[in-house]
C-alpha cells in the first residue's frame, strides 16, 4: 500500500479536517459544517484525484514534512505554499518527495486549502470527517506535533497551475434577499443596510464573520429562537452584524435581516480585513436564477481543473529527442 505521511510542525487554531459536510441533521441541532470556501475546497479535490477530504487553514497557516510515499497536493483558495524554501505560489499541484517540507500560508483572504491526491485517515461523526471546531468532532484540528496518514498516495500527478474560479476578484457588493425577521428593524435601519458601506472585520472564524460598520440596532431581541442558515446577516443586540457560515448555529434569538444568495457567501467569508462590501437586495427569483447561472459556471470550471489532474507519463516512454538537431563535423 502507498502510504504517505504528513508530520505537523506548525499549525494555525483554525486548522481542519473537512469533507464536503453533513446535511440533514440540522433539525437535529448539527449544522453541516464542511468547508467555508467551497469552491475552493471543490477545486482542491478534483485537482488531487477526488478522494474528498482536506486540510483547510487560516491564521497561522500550516507546515509539514512529507515522509514515506511520495505524494502530490493540491493549493487552493487563499493560500500560497513554499516547498524546501522555493516559493511554489497558489492554486497549483505539486508533488512532495519524502523528506520535503512544504509550509503553507494564508494570503489574500482567510481560507486556505490543502488536497492530498490520496485518502486522508480521518474519524468520522454522522457519516462525515468534517470537523464541527467547536464540538471538536469529525476529522478533528491538526495541531503540531500530529501526524496525518494518506493512503494510496499518488506521487505521479503533473505539477500544473490549476485555474482559478469564475468571478475570482474579491467581492464588493453581495446579493441579500431582505429576512427573514425584517420586522425587527426599522425602515431607517433598513435604509443602511443597503446604503451603507460595511467592512471585514478580523472576528471570524468557521461559525462565521463580524462585518463593522454602521450599527442596525433591532427594536426588540426578545423573539423566540427561530431557524438559521448559512449566509444569514445576523444582527446582535449592540447593531452589530454577522455572516454566518461553515459552523453556524441552527436555532438562535437574534434576529436575521437579510440572507445573502449562494454565490456571494463564500466570497464575503473571504475578504481580508478591511475589504468594503456593499449589499443590494434582490427578490426570491432574481436569487433563485442568479444561483442557478453560478451553480452552470462552476460545474463547468469544476470539469476544467479535473481535466488537469493527470499522472505523468512514465520516463521509459517520453520522447526525449524530439526536435534534437545532431550536427555532424566533418573534421
Same mark, same amino acid.
Given at each position: 500500500?502507498? !502510504? @504517505?505521511? *504528513?508530520?505537523? =510542525?506548525?499549525?494555525?487554531?483554525?486548522?481542519?479536517?473537512?469533507?464536503?459536510?453533513?446535511?440533514?441533521?440540522?433539525?437535529?441541532?448539527?449544522?453541516?459544517?464542511?468547508?467555508? /470556501?467551497?469552491?475552493?475546497?471543490? @477545486?482542491?479535490?478534483?485537482?488531487?484525484?477526488?478522494?474528498?477530504?482536506?486540510? =483547510?487553514?487560516? *491564521?497561522?497557516?500550516?507546515?509539514?514534512?512529507? !515522509?514515506?510515499?511520495? +505524494?502530490?497536493?493540491?493549493?487552493?483558495?487563499?493560500?500560497? @505554499?513554499?516547498?524546501?524554501?522555493? /516559493?511554489?505560489?497558489?492554486?497549483?499541484?505539486?508533488?512532495?518527495?519524502?523528506?520535503?517540507?512544504?509550509?503553507i500560508r494564508e494570503s489574500g483572504g482567510n481560507w486556505g486549502y490543502c488536497a492530498p491526491a490520496g485518502r486522508i485517515v480521518a474519524d468520522a461523526w454522522l457519516g462525515s470527517s468534517s470537523t464541527?471546531?467547536?464540538?471538536?468532532?469529525?476529522?478533528?484540528?491538526?495541531?503540531?506535533?500530529?501526524?496525518?496518514?494518506?493512503? /494510496?498516495?499518488?506521487? /505521479?500527478?503533473?505539477?500544473?497551475?490549476?485555474?482559478?474560479?469564475?468571478q475570482s476578484a474579491a467581492i464588493t457588493v453581495a446579493r441579500a434577499i431582505l429576512g427573514p425577521q425584517q420586522r425587527f428593524f426599522?425602515? !431607517?435601519?433598513?435604509?443602511?443596510? +443597503?446604503g451603507e458601506r460595511f467592512t471585514a472585520s478580523p472576528r471570524f472564524d468557521r461559525m462565521g464573520m463580524v462585518l463593522d460598520g454602521p450599527r442596525l440596532p433591532p427594536s426588540r431581541i426578545d423573539m423566540p429562537s427561530e431557524p438559521a442558515i448559512r449566509g444569514a446577516l445576523q444582527i446582535d443586540g449592540d447593531g452589530r452584524m454577522s455572516l454566518l457560515t461553515a459552523d453556524h448555529q441552527t436555532t438562535g434569538g437574534y434576529p436575521r435581516v437579510a440572507v445573502v444568495i449562494e454565490p456571494d457567501i463564500d466570497r464575503i467569508a473571504q475578504l481580508p480585513v478591511g475589504a468594503g462590501i456593499r449589499f443590494e437586495l434582490v427578490d426570491e427569483a432574481e436569487a433563485i436564477a442568479q444561483t442557478r447561472a453560478a451553480a452552470r459556471q462552476t460545474a463547468e470550471w469544476l470539469t476544467r481543473v479535473k481535466a488537469g489532474a493527470r499522472s505523468r507519463p512514465p520516463l521509459i516512454t517520453a520522447n526525449l529527442t524530439d526536435g534534437v538537431v545532431v550536427r555532424r563535423s566533418m573534421f
Open positions: 500500500m502507498s !502510504e @504517505a505521511r *504528513l508530520l505537523i =510542525e506548525a499549525a494555525g487554531p483554525l486548522t481542519t479536517v473537512q469533507d464536503a459536510g453533513r446535511p440533514g441533521w440540522r433539525r437535529f441541532g448539527v449544522p453541516p459544517s464542511g468547508p467555508v /470556501d467551497r469552491r475552493a475546497f471543490a @477545486a482542491a479535490v478534483s485537482a488531487s484525484g477526488g478522494h474528498g477530504r482536506v486540510i =483547510e487553514l487560516s *491564521l497561522g497557516g500550516l507546515t509539514f514534512k512529507a !515522509e514515506g510515499h511520495p +505524494v502530490a497536493v493540491a493549493i487552493t483558495g487563499a493560500a500560497t @505554499a513554499e516547498v524546501n524554501g522555493v /516559493d511554489v505560489g497558489g492554486w497549483c499541484v505539486v508533488t512532495l518527495q519524502p523528506g520535503a517540507r512544504c509550509r464541527h471546531l467547536i464540538a471538536g468532532l469529525g476529522g478533528g484540528r491538526i495541531a503540531p506535533g500530529g501526524v496525518l496518514t494518506v493512503r /494510496d498516495a499518488q506521487g /505521479d500527478l503533473t505539477s500544473v497551475a490549476i485555474p482559478r474560479p469564475p426599522s425602515g !431607517e435601519v433598513l435604509e443602511q443596510l +443597503v
